[in-house]
């Protein structure tokens, strides 16, 4: 797939795009009127439909049951007999579950060989060999009933001025923590929690409880739990309530900004990047644009030994095959269907499916299923080795392209991500997005310059460029590769400097 020839103003050669020789639909580059006269590949289709931007429109004759075809790969089937120049979406695609003969990795795939030059960058060395692009204090909550003085704690450093070196209190509150059924959800609950508190982008942390909830703060100071020396525990029951517990924390927070203050960035080489790769609000660009681009960086982190993680479970259905072949050995590939296997039982038992999954925004930006949605998300994992998959909120310390299990829904998504150690998240976007998290850095990328233009002070990086001809896809993903360099150096992302602080753990069990 090439767009570099692609001008800022449509014509009849590149007013539709065409990803793959086997597709029977293209890509409106811009909204093109019925009756326009385009070229795809040679051939000169007048359009019978007005199409929107970003959406499908037929290349060739395409009879009623045919498969239709995107990236090469088969996004549903045609409902009615439709000639060429016709607009291609729910209206007349049907989505169809796929089944597919795996090709599973016969072989163990090695680690390429690390490169003699590494690029750096300055960052939080931690005892534990993690490094951290931010140094903050965190203050959790174990429950909800904990979670508005955890607020407060925070919002009371506001206006002061903070020593040298320590980012901010930030407060990670939530509504979870109590009427929880005991086992796999508080399991779950307690490793995301535990992941906020113990993460290299924080330098010490306070966790806070009422005191009688079902999450009881002593799961994370007991005997074997790590950086207790960096932890400190309250209850609003055996503290006093809510203002002696913010005083109480406020003593304790003014003992942690003393050590915090003497940890300084030191040079680090760029393998100690842990990135989340997300996406959310997308539309047709997102596979064309901003999720190639941010697959080029993937793919050069994974030369340097640096993670990436592409997570969404739900976004990788109907493209699960295409990471199966990718996988590092067989027993990579199987859990990772066995966490689409067990994430459609879990929505068939609330009466939904994978197809659930695009927004009315998605579709109104030309994703007409999940399968198209999918094969354009994964693009944000590059072309490298799936070293490993891994549980939502599960520590990540395999270097290279690696997945996660989780929701669709980005908060919960992101929240899952940092809570396995990323200490750099980047989010792609179509419709527009204007998520952060209160501990990682969020780079936004826009996939178009519409977009771009209309949340300039929420966008990062405008990747929109490469459907306008301004830059090719290698060039927009080392671009987003440099800026991780600036960022995780200190350089505030954009959801940074607006204080966005989205933090929602993934709650699977019933209410009790």
């Known amino acids: 797939m090439s767009l570099v020839s692609i001008a800022p103003t449509p ?13 029977n639909v293209g890509i409106a580059r811009a909204s093109l009127p019925a009756g326009q006269e385009v070229e795809v590949d040679g051939r ?39 000639e060429p120049g016709r607009w291609m979406h729910t209206h007349n695609v049907r989505f169809e579950e796929l089944s597919f003969d795996y090709e599973f990795p016969t072989a163990e795939v090695p680690l390429p060989p690390l490169p003699a030059r590494v690029p750096t960058f300055l960052g939080y060395q931690r005892e534990d060999g993690r490094v951290g692009t931010r140094n903050y204090i965190a203050v959790v909550a174990a429950s909800n009933c904990a979670a508005h003085t955890a607020e407060l704690i925070a919002a009371s450093y506001v206006g002061e001025k903070l020593p040298a070196n320590v980012d901010g209190i930030v407060a990670f509150p939530h509504g979870e ?3 929880h059924s005991i086992g796999p959800d508080t399991i779950q609950l307690q490793r995301t929690l535990s992941g906020v508190l113990n993460h290299p982008n924080v330098s010490a942390a306070i966790i806070l409880g009422l005191g009688c909830e079902v999450n009881q703060i002593d799961h994370y100071l007991g005997k074997g739990a790590p950086r207790t020396d960096r932890l400190a525990g ?31 960035r030191t040079e680090v080489p760029a393998s100690k990047i842990v990135l989340g ?74 009466g939904g499916s994978f197809n659930d999954n695009p927004s009315p925004g998605n579709k109104e930006g030309g994703l007409t299923n999940i399968l198209e949605k ?19 909120a599960e520590r990540i310390t395999m270097p290279g392209f690696v997945f996660m299990n989780t929701p669709g829904y980005d908060p919960v998504s992101l929240t899952g991500l940092a809570a396995g150690g ?55 993903g080392q671009e987003i590769f440099d800026l991780l360099l600036r960022v995780a150096s200190g350089e505030r992302t954009c959801a940074e400097r607006l204080g966005h602080k989205e933090f929602v753990p993934w709650r699977i069990g019933p209410v009790m």
Do not use: W
């Not at 199966?324 to 966490?339: C, S, T, Y």
């Not at 999918?374 to 939502?392: F, I, P």
């Open 234 to 264: 309250f209850t609003l029951q055996t503290s006093g309530g809510t203002i002696a517990t913010v005083e109480a924390a406020r003593r304790e927070i003014a003992r942690m900004m003393e050590r915090a203050t003497e940890e300084k």
């Open 422 to 476: 990323c200490n750099l998240i980047a989010f792609t976007t179509g419709r527009g997005s204007a998520i952060g998290f209160p501990s990682v850095p969020v780079i936004k990328i826009a996939t178009n310059q519409a977009m771009y233009n209309r949340m300039k002070d929420n966008m990062d990086v405008n990747a929109g460029r490469i459907a306008e001809g301004e830059a090719t896809v290698a060039q927009v």
């Open 11 to 23: 014509t009849a050669q590149n007013a539709v795009i065409l990803l793959h020789p086997k597709d």
């Open 277 to 350: 790769l997300n996406c959310g609000g997308s539309d047709s660009f997102s596979g064309i644009t901003a999720n190639p681009a941010l697959g080029v960086t993937s793919d050069l982190l994974a030369e340097i030994h640096a993670s990436s993680v592409l997570a969404e479970t739900t976004e990788i259905f109907g493209a699960e095959h295409l990471l199966v072949k990718r996988a590092r050995n067989r027993q990579v590939a199987e859990r990772l269907l066995e966490f689409v296997k067990n994430y459609k039982e879990y929505l068939v038992r609330m």
């Open 177 to 179: 923590g109590c009427g």
């Open 374 to 392: 999918s094969l354009g998300a994964v693009a944000k994992a590059g072309c490298t080795t799936l070293n490993e998959a891994v549980d939502y």
């Open 44 to 82: 000169a289709i007048t359009l019978l439909d007005p199409v929107p931007a970003g959406h499908k429109v037929s290349l060739r004759p395409i009879a009623s049951g045919d498969r239709v075809y995107r990236y090469g790969q088969d996004i549903g089937q045609a409902t009615a007999t439709l």
